[in-house]
């Protein structure tokens, strides 16, 4: 046991980096004395957890994570044929915890729908490692999750990561159809596709701040396992804490926004949909092109904005990329009722596409493939507006899970819960170009990787650019059917379908050459969603 004097000297040190100012950086467009922050794309996993674990190893004072799940055995991976296979996510922020004494705080979930803080109590109780300065709370607000998935490192630098810390999300850009590195268990071992941001300067400090009023909120502030809370004693109350408020810099380059359950962090607390409010800003200042990268599409109130913003401008273009086989299947039939029911389905200017990749096949004739996840939530304005975070475009992230159901019941039942997510709302001024950072850096480097190296993605064509993207998925298309013109190996866009099996999707867009398909999901599989079944109860 550590004396008196050395708890109160850590708890200081955990307080003050949850909380301290972060003396912002200067800016990178625009006016060079505005307090801009700096931002970093991380585009796919392997990249995001590259920048992470170098940021945790530089580490000196706290390391602060929340995530929806973290599973001891989670591994940054290198892409295929380096010599170093990769690390261990947790054996790096261990290592740097005890080698450089790092006080870590681990925010999870503990409700009975997802209980990802137990398991990770428990090998750190067993696994023989130095774990006295790593702390684990957990949220139980049953049926609400803690969505958010942010890393703040020493105060300074903060990472909104795309994915849960879990093998089955890892990838990298190629987006292999194949790769027995990736394990089935979480989404049949098909391929990944996710953003990350990295930020340094003031929103860093709206991070901690949010990490602080979460942490205070948690549940389970008893001994845990091995201890380590009786050791540290009391954390720093909550009303400590500088209130972030929905609407902070709302004209600003970077602005932070929050989705908070009602009572979370005192008994009069209404919550927050902040990310709501926002996204609808950003959608009625369209006029010429809404990006849309998200795992789900299922939010009524989003859905109409879209289509108001089609009646109102006569130019504006959507481009969509969203998953036809999510992991809770129920939002397969949300999203293409919500896209049936607006009519965007087939609106001549709205473009829905889904992403794959392609690999030589087992068999000569053949070309290996399998559907992409996209597990982005990612929003673009006329290449000006982004928001980037953990909330998905559905009820449960942005105001009411009832929302997303028909039956009036649920709709009661579930009205008003909301998961905890969190989000960034960045914005280039006048100067911005396509330079680090920038909005249009981003939807310039995502429309690289889905359309191809040399598509123009700097000009709108004159015939628009829905007529770039379906004329892509049209030659990929033609290119599945020929068996002298497969796609190249890589991922790639296809049109989107609202038939139920992979297969059933590719016959529905025409594609009648002999294929390898790789994912083909039971019928329990598309319809019960058995691997959030399972993650319940082990």
């Not at 902070?248 to 602005?255: D, I, K, V």
Request: one cysteine or more; aromatic letters at 6%.
């Amino acid at each position: 046991m550590r004396s008196d004097i050395e708890k109160q000297s850590h708890w200081t040190t955990a307080a003050e980096q949850k909380l301290r100012h972060v003396k912002p950086h200067a800016a990178r467009h625009g006016d060079e004395s505005q307090p801009h922050a700096r931002v970093e794309w991380l585009i796919d996993n392997h990249r995001a957890y590259d920048a992470l674990l170098s940021a945790v190893r530089d580490a000196r004072e706290s390391i602060l994570i929340s995530q929806l799940a973290f599973d001891s055995d989670c591994v940054a991976l290198k892409p295929a044929g380096q010599e170093c296979e990769g690390s261990s996510v947790l054996g790096a922020i261990l290592e740097v915890s005890t080698a450089k004494h790092v006080n870590v705080d681990i925010l999870l979930n503990t409700t009975l729908l997802l209980d990802t803080a137990k398991p990770l109590r428990r090998w750190m109780a067993k696994s023989g490692h130095d774990c006295s300065r790593v702390r684990v709370r957990g949220i139980s607000r049953f049926p609400q999750l803690l969505h958010a998935k942010m890393v703040i490192v020493d105060g300074a630098r903060g990472f909104l990561m795309g994915s849960p810390f879990v093998n089955g999300y890892w990838d990298e850009s190629h987006h292999a159809p194949v790769d027995l590195r990736r394990p089935r268990r979480e989404l049949g071992g098909r391929p990944v596709h996710d953003i990350s941001v990295a930020v340094e300067g003031e929103v860093v400090q709206q991070l901690a701040t949010v990490f602080a009023e979460l942490w205070n909120a948690a549940d389970g502030r008893g001994p845990e396992p091995w201890n380590a809370a009786d050791d540290w004693g009391t954390q720093p109350s909550a009303a400590t804490a500088r209130r972030v408020p929905a609407r902070t810099q709302a004209e600003g380059p970077l602005r932070l926004v929050t989705t908070l359950p009602s009572k979370l962090r005192n008994p009069k607390d209404e919550g927050s949909v902040a990310t709501l409010e926002a996204l609808l800003d950003g959608i009625a200042q369209a006029s010429e092109l809404i990006y849309i990268e998200h795992q789900y599409l299922s939010s009524r109130p989003v859905v109409a904005a879209l289509r108001d913003a089609l009646a109102r401008h006569p130019d504006l273009e959507i481009v969509m990329f969203l998953n036809q086989n999510p992991d809770v299947t129920a939002y397969r039939g949300w999203q293409n009722a919500r896209l049936t029911e607006s009519g965007m389905l087939d609106h001549p200017r709205v473009g829905l596409f889904t992403l794959w990749s392609a690999g030589a096949g087992r068999e000569q004739a053949s070309v290996s493939i399998n559907q992409v996840f996209v597990h982005s939530k990612v929003v673009i304005v006329d290449g000006r507006w982004a928001m980037v975070g953990s909330a998905n475009l559905d009820g449960v992230s942005l105001d009411s899970y009832g929302s997303d159901f028909s039956s009036a019941l649920l709709r009661r039942t579930f009205r008003d819960v909301r998961n905890v997510d969190v989000g960034l709302v960045f914005r280039d001024d006048a100067y911005a170009s396509a330079s680090q950072g920038s909005v249009r850096e981003l939807r310039n480097r995502l429309w690289t990787e889905h359309l191809g190296q040399g598509a123009n993605i700097d000009s709108r064509p004159e015939a628009g650019w829905l007529s770039a993207w379906r004329g892509r998925a049209a030659e990929n298309v033609a290119a599945l059917n020929s068996v002298s013109r497969k796609p190249a190996c890589g991922s790639f866009l296809l049109p989107y379908s609202v038939q139920p099996t992979p297969r059933r999707q590719l016959k529905d867009i025409g594609i009648t050459a002999p294929i390898d398909l790789q994912y083909e999901p039971s019928w329990l599989e598309v319809h019960c969603s058995p691997a959030w079944v399972r993650n319940m109860f082990l």
